[in-house]
């Protein structure tokens, strides 16, 4: 388990195949442990927000699929960076034991 951490909001935790997968849409090396300073923060947003929109209009979200979308995982990973960016703060990831 991976878990996305900022001073300013709940810690974001997902297993490691899909949070490193996240992790390279923003533009980032998949290593653990790995950290965004606030100057980098926005441009990861932005990276991650273009690559989930990107991604959700290839796949769709289908009724007949019983799996989450990347676009859905994402959304609090998302929501933890705009945080960030408003409260100009960094942003961390490091491995967890749940």
């Keep these: 388990m991976i878990v996305f ?3 300013h909001h ?3 935790t ?3 195949q899909h949070a490193l997968n996240l992790i390279g849409l923003m533009g980032r090396s998949e290593t653990v442990p790995g950290a ?4 980098e923060v926005q441009a990861a947003l932005n990276t991650l927000r273009k690559a989930l929109s990107t991604a959700s209009a290839k796949t769709g979200d289908s009724w007949d699929d019983d799996s989450v979308s990347l676009s859905h995982r994402g959304r609090p990973l998302l929501d933890l960076l ?3 960016v408003q409260e100009n703060e960094h942003v961390i990831w ?5």
């Design 5 to 7: 951490k900022t001073k």
């Design 82 to 84: 705009q945080n960030a």
């Design 10 to 12: 709940a810690d974001v």
């Design 14 to 16: 997902m297993f490691d």
């Design 94 to 98: 490091e491995n967890t034991l749940v």
């Design 36 to 39: 965004l300073n606030a100057d």
